[in-house]
């Protein structure tokens, strides 16, 4: 057993992917659903919609 937030790692054939949800549920989930590859994916799509939150002025 791995606990990984990779998605490289989460791609190994035959993972078993658990993911907690915000009410505490365990689910087992699909790759393209795991919430590291819909991050990482989002990210790669816009850094700067990421980005932006580390370098915004505090006002």
Sequence with gaps: MVA?????LLA????????????????QVGYDEADPVTLTRGFLDNP????HH??????
Excluded: K, N, W
Excluded at 18 to 25: I, K, N, V
């Design 12 to 27: 190994v054939p035959g993972a078993r992917i658990l993911q907690m949800d915000a009410d505490g549920e365990i689910e």
């Design 48 to 51: 700067q919609r990421f980005l």
């Design 4 to 8: 990984t937030h990779s998605p490289i």
């Design 54 to 59: 580390l370098f915004a002025d505090d006002e």
